[in-house]
């Protein structure tokens, strides 16, 4: 079955960069649409990239233009979000999403905080 794994998460302080990981298994990635979304704390889930199967096509939530970068490896069905002049805003949980199967993975958590 579909399964996607995060992870990278941490603790890291404003002005900071990370780099998260999702592990895609279960289906074929090269030929998937992948998305980064997430989720603050009392706030809806939010898409923040996305990427198209071959990685050419990238689009970014407006408040991560310019500080975020989608990409992906399809010989290791890898997706990656690196992320760099974090802020606080930025602090939620960070999902994998694959559209065509509708499937999430479990979560890594970001928190931007001094």
């Known amino acids: 079955q579909v399964q996607l794994v995060e992870s990278g998460g941490d603790l890291v302080q404003p002005g900071g960069s990370l780099r998260l990981s999702c592990s895609a298994s279960g289906f074929t990635f090269l030929r998937a649409s992948m998305s980064w979304y997430r989720q603050a704390p009392g706030k809806e889930r939010e898409l923040v990239a996305g990427?198209?199967?071959?990685?050419?096509?990238?689009d970014y939530a407006d408040s991560v233009k310019d500080r975020f970068t989608i990409s992906r490896d399809n010989a290791n069905n890898t997706l990656y979000l690196q992320m760099y002049s974090l802020k606080p805003d930025d602090t939620a949980v960070y999902y994998c999403?694959?559209?065509?199967?509708?499937?999430w993975g479990q979560g890594t958590q970001v928190t931007v905080s001094s």
């Open positions: 999403y694959v559209p065509i199967w509708q499937s």
């Open positions: 990427i198209s199967p071959g990685g050419i096509s990238t």
